[in-house]
């Protein structure tokens, strides 16, 4: 534990990424494999579950350090972090463990879930006196389920591929659904990440998905592509699709379903199970779970069939069938799904890429030749939960920004554009071609702020987490009042974070907890992707990916925008 703890350390205290590859590569360079099957599994983003609940945790520790409740919270709310937190109060302890990660999660950590308190009051006091403080921090982050570290991915790919003399896109192939929790790190799961590279890999890889290539934000006026990327003709144009990008793998007479981040999620998608059995083996298709309504009339049409018309030319409920990533959600994270929720909430998986074909990678293959093996393989199936995602059609880059502006009324979040020569990357790559999303954008209200709470991290001594409000009555009205509609934390830069907090410290009405109410006179422009009904919200609205786009400090709290405005936006 401590020499992860220390990585941990070396990790947190610098923002260079060459010193944070050398801390990776010394760490890995002599720690136990089964040590280091814990720590790539924790440093690639896997997620432990929180072992013991927060509210135990927090008496046991106020008990053992003999602090009232209200000076443990301040503390807290001073440090932002409950794990380091704990490890700053508790009586500082020399280090006297000398077991390594694996053996403090697997004999020590993940046997704390589902004890009673009495018990874990008893185990956890021995357990962290043989920890110096910084090992107990770490410590306390796995217990708690918090652990998170400024390392990527693709540096911990990075590390592992020097150590091991391999291709970094080798690793990041046998990485994908490392991080998965069905996936338990061992040595063996470690040493085969390193290992050199056999002509038999391929075949043995079982339901183990590709690295999902991801495409580059494309911001500028499209009077500019032409000369940025070209004409439109050296280009394949997809509708962006709002739902959950996913692999589908059938190999070995089985078939798997992965998520981009990199999730197990078969059992979440029955509908598609029907794959299995007629999709031949050694088959990957890359593409969008979304729900899928059929349109009351025209029933036999595909989404290509729609792609393409001018809003005037059919009325509303002509509209593609697929539905608003808002319904998908209510699946997302239901463990039971009722008849009744399959009924109301179908899925389908739009294709847009062919990645294995007859057990044979098709990734080095140009773009527009997997379309057109996709396109084969689609029709061949004739199963309505799978479909082609269309390719719209567009002489210019002019003609193709008029059919973009249909985007909402499709429910697409604007377009992808795929190099018909690229071939299929690793993550967000242009070395092998380049994918560029050309997204709408996004919806924007004027909004008041009414509660503040404080960050986490370096965040923790600023109220840098804002609730928002809009007006739920015209301008003029003597009863409106401001209704909250959305959380937001990003958008502001340091210096203007900390003139919202000492605003905040001024205008503050009232605390609950951690958060404080404050007298209504900052007014900020959110943007937001999506927009949606929502019976949990007072509102009556749910947003998404809400973010403050600029300070509004040319207009008075009066004039913010009101809910209609949001409702009007709704159709």
């Not at 401001?482 to 203007?496: I, R």
Request: proline share 6%; with cysteine; net charge negative.
């Amino acid at each position: 534990m401590k020499a992860f703890a220390a990585l941990y350390a070396d990790l947190d205290a610098t923002t260079s990424s060459n010193a944070k590859l050398q801390a990776l590569q010394s760490y890995f360079a002599q720690a136990a494999p089964e040590d280091a099957a814990w720590a790539v599994y924790f440093l690639a983003g896997g997620r432990p579950r929180q072992l013991i609940p927060t509210r135990l945790l927090r008496e046991l520790v106020t008990r053992l350090s003999g602090l009232p409740e209200w000076l443990f919270e301040e503390s807290y709310q001073a440090v932002g972090d409950l794990a380091e937190t704990v490890s700053l109060v508790l009586p500082e302890n020399p280090h006297s463990a000398g077991q390594g990660l694996a053996w403090w999660l697997e004999e020590a950590l993940l046997p704390l879930r589902g004890l009673p308190p009495e018990e874990l009051a008893e185990r956890l006091p021995p357990l962290w006196a043989q920890l110096d403080q910084q090992s107990l921090m770490v410590c306390l982050k796995l217990i708690t389920g918090s652990f998170r570290v400024g390392v990527s991915k693709l540096l911990v790919t990075r590390a592992l591929a020097q150590l091991a003399d391999l291709d970094s896109k080798r690793v990041a192939q046998r990485l994908v659904g490392y991080t998965d929790l069905s996936h338990r790190p061992v040595a063996a799961s470690y040493l085969k990440l390193i290992a050199p590279e056999s002509s038999d890999e391929h075949a043995q890889r079982g339901g183990q998905p590709y690295p999902f290539f991801l495409a580059h934000a494309l911001q500028q006026p499209v009077e500019q592509f032409e000369a940025l990327i070209g004409p439109s003709s050296d280009w394949q144009v997809e509708w962006k699709w709002d739902g959950i990008r996913a692999q589908l793998v059938k190999r070995e007479g089985r078939l798997w379903i992965w998520s981009r981040g990199e999730e197990l999620v078969t059992d979440r998608f029955p509908e598609l199970h029907s794959l299995g059995a007629s999709l031949p083996d050694g088959t990957v298709i890359d593409g969008e779970i979304v729900v899928w309504k059929q349109p009351a009339r025209d029933t036999d049409k595909a989404p290509e069939d729609f792609a393409l018309e001018p809003a005037s030319d059919h009325d509303a409920q002509d509209a593609p069938a697929v539905q608003p990533f808002a319904l998908l959600q209510q699946r997302i994270g239901r463990k039971t799904l009722s008849k009744k929720l399959l009924d109301e909430v179908p899925v389908v998986l739009l294709a847009y890429d062919l990645l294995e074909w007859q057990g044979k990678d098709q990734r080095n293959i140009a773009q527009w030749q997997r379309r057109e093996a996709l396109e084969q393989l689609v029709a061949s199936q004739g199963q309505a939960v799978l479909r082609l995602s269309p390719v719209i059609s567009g002489n210019t880059w002019a003609e193709l920004a008029e059919l973009r502006q249909e985007s909402r009324r499709l429910g697409v979040e604007g377009m992808m554009l795929k190099a018909r020569e690229a071939l299929y990357g690793v993550g967000r790559t242009k070395d092998m071609g380049v994918w560029w999303k050309w997204k709408v954008d996004p919806f924007s209200v004027d909004a008041v702020l009414i509660y503040a709470q404080a960050g986490h991290g370096r965040r923790a001594s600023l109220y840098s987490d804002y609730t928002f409000a809009v007006w739920d009555g015209p301008p003029g009205s003597s009863e409106r009042n401001l209704v909250p509609f959305a959380k937001a934390y990003s958008g502001l830069t340091d210096a203007e974070m900390r003139q919202v907090d000492a605003i905040v410290r001024k205008t503050t009405v009232e605390k609950f907890g951690p958060v404080r109410s404050v007298t209504p006179t900052l007014v900020f422009e959110l943007g937001f992707e999506g927009i949606a009904l929502s019976k949990r919200h007072k509102s009556g609205i749910a947003v998404r990916f809400p973010r403050m786009l600029r300070w509004r400090h040319d207009k008075p709290v009066d004039e913010a925008d009101s809910l209609e405005m949001l409702q009007d936006l709704l159709s």
